[in-house]
């Protein structure tokens, strides 16, 4: 009788929250994600001219980007400021500017508030970041779809047409770009 009145339940309680947080860390996750897939195969007018899509492009201009500016960290930044609440918004408010060297330089130290996470490894809705080889003030910025021990799926901004989902690999350390680590919040 003590085990059906008391443990049982109370087991059963423990289960059911430590349920609910792994979906909630997940659903941020997914909700990144959701927002971001909106996007896909939106244009862009090159080189960084803006897209074709003009509510598309007032969105990015509200997030900071200008004419002619590289915008994957300012994607980024919107998808973000478009899903998390509260002192996470607010961290992205103050830490995401167009820049990916300074936006991750931020991140690494500011990490202590809690507010993220950075990890070597993906999962979907981290925010992928890399260092450009050559011009090391350079780099980029992508959003997380799917993630296995060896590749990953992004949504990518400023690649080669717009918005667009393209596949990585952990040992993303080409002539031009080195992973550095993701985001996740």
């Not at 070597?120 to 980029?140: C, D, L, T, V």
């Not at 949504?155 to 667009?164: D, F, W, Y």
């Amino acid at each position: 009788p003590y085990i059906k009145k008391f443990v049982l339940p109370a087991a059963a309680l423990t289960s059911i929250t430590v349920g609910g947080i792994f979906f909630l860390k997940n659903h941020i996750g997914k909700k990144i994600i959701n927002q971001a897939e909106k996007y896909v195969g939106v244009k862009e007018i090159h080189p960084n001219k803006g897209w074709t899509n003009t509510y598309f492009q007032s969105l990015m201009q509200k997030v900071g980007w200008q004419n002619g500016w590289d915008y994957c960290v300012l994607f980024t930044k919107l998808i973000l400021l478009q899903t998390l609440k509260g002192k996470k918004k607010s961290a992205v408010l103050k830490l995401f500017s167009a820049s990916s060297q300074t936006t991750w330089q931020k991140l690494l130290k500011y990490e202590h508030l809690g507010l993220y996470k950075i990890s070597n490894k993906a999962k979907p809705g981290s925010i992928a970041f890399y260092k450009h080889m050559q011009k090391e003030w350079r780099g980029h910025a992508d959003i997380v779809v799917q993630a296995n021990k060896d590749q990953y799926k992004v949504i990518t901004a400023n690649g080669s047409v717009g918005v667009e989902v393209k596949n990585r690999r952990y040992t993303f350390n080409s002539d031009t770009f080195r992973l550095l680590g993701f985001v996740n919040f």
